[in-house]
């Protein structure tokens, strides 16, 4: 998209809607499993990157304020789970 007309793709940070904080367990009764990064900031680092890696132009950004204009990428987190054994 914005590969040919060069405007620059804004990746804000993923809002966490979630009510638990950990992303799952290790095992069926094993301990919970939390990340030591923000679920939100891992989420928008994962976009910008592939966002790259497509050699689009793009930036990132923690308030909306910093970019009047052009294209916005940002989401809310509703769930994220990871299941082991």
Known sequence: ???S???TILVLKFIDQRP???????G?????VFLEDDVGSWIGQAVFSELQR???????????????SGV???????????RSG
């Open 20 to 26: 638990k904080r950990e992303l799952g367990r290790a």
């Open 28 to 32: 069926a009764v094993g301990p919970r």
């Open 54 to 68: 497509a050699r689009c132009k793009v930036e990132k950004a923690r308030e909306r304020s910093e970019s009047p």
């Open 72 to 82: 916005i990428i940002t989401g809310d987190i509703l769930e994220a789970e990871a």
């Open 5 to 7: 007309t060069g405007e």
């Open 1 to 3: 998209m914005n590969i």
